[in-house]
C-alpha cells in the first residue's frame, strides 16, 4: 500500500483488496487468516496483525495471528477474560492502547504480556447490524505506534470486512446444514431399503420388520442406520 495516497483511494484500494481475499477464500478461516495477514500489511507501523471471530458469549469460533508473538498474545487474552480485543468486541467500539506497559484496565493481561514486544494496540470490533460478530487487532512494537490515520483505516475497513464475514459464516452454516441433512436423508433411506429386506426375510409386515431392526440395533449397541447399512450389504439380523 503506498503511503502517499489519500486516505479515501488508500481506503477503496485495500477495501478491495480484502473484498477480493474473502470471497476468493472457500472457508471462513482461510478468510480470517487472509484478513489478518492484510491488516499487518496495510496498517503502518505494525508488527503483527489478528483476526478473531466470536459467538454471543464471546468464545472464539475463528481466529488468526500473523506470528507466533500475536498469537501468544491473543491466546492469553481469551484465557484470562480480559484485554483490548474483548473490550472492543462488548463495547462495540475502538480500543487503543498507547503503551500496555502504562495502560491499567487489563491489569493481567498486561502483566502477562510483559515479556512481548508488544507496546502499542489497535482493537476494533467487526460490526454488522445484528452486532459485533469478532475484532480485528494490529500491534506495534513501540509505545504510541500509530497514528490516527491508522485508527481511522482499520475503523473503516472493519465495517466491510465484517459484512462479508458474516455472509462466510452464513454460507459455512448452509453447507453444513445441507451436509446434515443430506446424510440424514441418506440414513433415512438405508433403514427404509434394510426395513425392506427384513420384510422379505422374515415374511413379516413393515412395522414388524422395522422393529426388529430398532430391537437389534439396541442389542448391539449400534446407531440404526449402521446396522441398515450392514444388512444392506449382506449382515444378518
Excluded at 474473502?22 to 487468516?33: C, F, K, P, Q, W
Excluded at 487503543?96 to 510483559?114: C, F, G, K
Excluded at 448452509?174 to 438405508?190: H, K, N, P, T, V
Aim: glycine share 8%; aromatic share 2%; proline share 4%.
Amino acid at each position: 500500500m503506498q503511503a502517499n495516497l489519500p486516505l479515501a483511494d488508500e481506503l477503496a484500494a485495500l477495501t478491495a483488496r480484502i473484498a477480493d481475499l474473502l470471497l476468493t477464500h472457500e472457508t471462513v478461516d482461510e478468510a480470517v487468516s487472509a484478513l489478518a495477514q492484510a491488516l499487518k500489511e496495510a496498517i503502518p507501523g505494525t508488527l503483527g496483525a489478528g483476526a478473531s471471530l466470536m459467538d454471543t458469549r464471546g468464545r472464539r469460533t475463528s481466529t488468526a495471528s500473523t506470528d507466533a508473538t500475536i498469537l501468544q498474545a491473543d491466546q492469553l487474552q481469551y484465557g484470562l477474560g480480559q484485554g483490548p480485543c474483548l473490550t472492543a468486541w462488548a463495547q462495540q467500539a475502538t480500543v487503543t492502547v498507547a503503551d500496555t506497559r502504562t495502560d491499567h484496565r487489563w491489569p493481567a493481561w498486561s502483566r502477562a504480556i510483559a515479556e512481548l514486544p508488544l507496546r502499542s494496540v489497535i482493537s476494533t470490533p467487526l460490526s454488522t447490524p445484528d452486532g459485533a460478530i469478532g475484532a480485528l487487532k494490529v500491534y506495534s512494537a513501540i509505545p504510541d505506534g500509530f497514528d490516527s490515520k491508522a485508527i481511522r483505516l482499520i475503523e473503516l475497513l472493519a465495517r466491510p470486512a465484517a459484512l462479508m464475514l458474516a455472509n462466510a459464516q452464513a454460507r459455512d452454516t448452509a453447507q453444513r446444514l445441507s451436509d446434515g441433512l443430506i446424510g440424514a436423508l441418506g440414513a433415512r433411506d438405508a433403514v427404509g431399503t434394510a426395513t425392506g429386506i427384513v420384510m422379505e426375510r422374515l415374511h413379516v409386515n413393515r412395522d414388524q420388520a422395522l422393529s426388529t431392526l430398532i430391537g437389534a440395533a439396541r442389542r448391539r449397541e449400534r446407531p440404526l442406520h449402521q446396522l441398515a447399512l450392514d444388512i444392506i450389504s449382506g449382515g444378518e439380523v
